[in-house]
Structures are given as structure tokens and as C-alpha cells.
């Protein structure tokens, strides 16, 4: 049986990681600690295979007032918590990084293909809060140490907080929307947490960029949800005029740019076990009026 500790209560992959575990328990018995106040420094991680941690702030804020906690929180803690690991004898630590250390959204028209080559260019505090957690605790890592890096773009899935349910909302009413082809990484919230659970059975170390199997335009987002739903839409094409007007408006680039892994990258054990049309008829079934996307 592996012995799993997820550092953060209450977060949305850690409480689906759980969940998810539970359908072996024979296999895996999973605990969890809070990370809010310092009492986590008391437990001992003594005896866990893996820790997984996923605390941190998820959402980007353009507040400078919130850059030192986004560090404290992003990078100071999730550092200590693997040195923490490490001098417990914990056998391997997973870090919640995430595609944001990859920069901004390209302008619509261009695409932003990520390889591995790809250097790290964070465009926020909350991206670089995450890149720099991210490098450090891949320092540590040596025979006795696996660290596991997950670096997933947008995680999506019932009960997930986020930007989506903006987008889903507009597809409710959106009888009319752009003909703009782009293309985006996502990952469904069961695809993820089966890519984890891979990981630590077997004992994986590196760098991981775990996604679908297939790329989602933003309008096949609108128009698939509102098929499902039994709903009209019609694609209007827009001129190339109109991205060159806005083509510095980050909220146009966000829905409608290109920001991929490439497919290499995440190619390893079968994790992909929902396909995107599957996912959104487990959204929608979940509760018809919360269709959620978030960050990690």
C-alpha cells in the first residue's frame, strides 16, 4: 500500500486526487493536511512514500499589495514543505507547478507552441512565484529524493473554480460568436489525477506536461456545450482587421490565442481516460448551471 500525505486541505485537485485514490483502497491510503497556519511543521511526514503538494494561490492578481504573499505562498512554502519532505525521509515530493511559467497568450493569429526547449518566461508574479518553487525544488531531488514536477495547463472539471464558468455562461446566451480558429492545452480533472497517480506508482521522477489528447479551440468549447444542451449557434468570421485592432487586449488573447504543449511532450502511460466530449457531458450533468475552468 502506498502511503500518501496531500499538502493542502480543501483544494481542488487535492480533494479530487483523494477521491480519485479511493476507488483502490486497498492500494493507497491518503491523508491530508491544512497548510493555512504553521502547525504542519509539527507533523512528521515520517513513513509517506510521496507528498503531493498542492497549496498555493491558484488565480493571478495584478495587485501589487499581494505580490510578497503570492511568493510566501507559491514559492517560501512549497520550498520548505519539500525540505521538510526530504529530511523525513519522504521517497517522493509532486509539485503543483503549472503552464503559467510560460508567459502571456500570444496575439490572436500567432501561436505559442511549447517544447522542451522552450525557456520559462513568467509574465506575472504569480507565474514567477510558481517558476521559481518550481527550479528550486528540482535541486533537490538525488537517489533518495524523487521529485516529480507537473507543469498542466488549464485544469477543468465539476466543482472547479475558475474563468470557465464566464465562458459557459456566455455560451448559455451566445446565440451568435467568432469563427476564430485557435487551438489550447487543457486537462480534465480525472485525465490529471490518473497522470498523478501513474507518477508515484512508479516512482517517476522528472518533468511532466500532462494534457488531452487533443487540442480545444475556444469556439468548439461554445459550440459543443450548446449542442449538448440542444441549442443553435452560428460562427461568424471575422475580419483579420479586427486582431490587429486589439490584438494588445490580454482578455481577447487569453480566449481566443494559441498556447499549446506540444504533444510530444506529454506522451507516457495511457492517463487520458476522458476525451473532451465526455468531460463536458460529466460538467453538465453535474450541475447544469456551474461549468468551471481553473488554473493550477
Partial sequence: MKKILITGANSYVGTSFEKWLSQWPDKYHVDTIDMIDGTW?????????????????????????????????????????????????????IFMSSMIIYGADEPVGKEKIITRDTPPNPADFYGDSKLQADLAIQKMADDKFIVSIMRPPVIYGPGCKGNFPKLLKLAKYALIFPNIE????????????????????????????????????????????????GKVIFMISVPTFVYNVISDNKLFNKVFGTKVYDICLSSCENYNIVDFQAGLKKIISHNSSNYIW???
Avoid at 55 to 74: C, E, F, M, T, W
Fill in 41 to 93: 511543521r509539527e507533523k512528521s511526514f515520517v513513513g509517506y512514500d510521496a507528498v503531493f503538494h498542492v497549496a498555493g494561490i491558484a488565480h493571478v492578481s495584478a495587485d501589487p499589495s499581494r505580490k510578497d504573499l503570492y511568493y510566501r505562498i507559491n514559492r517560501d512554502l512549497a520550498v520548505d514543505t519539500a525540505k521538510k519532505a526530504k529530511n523525513d525521509g519522504v521517497k517522493q515530493f
Fill in 182 to 229: 485557435n487551438r489550447r492545452s487543457m486537462i480534465y480533472i480525472d485525465n490529471f489525477t490518473e497522470c498523478v497517480r501513474l507518477v508515484i506508482n512508479n516512482a517517476s521522477g522528472g518533468i511532466f506536461f500532462p494534457q488531452n489528447e487533443e487540442y480545444v479551440a475556444t469556439k468548439d468549447v461554445i459550440a459543443d456545450y450548446r449542442k449538448i444542451m
Fill in 294 to 296: 481553473s488554473k493550477p
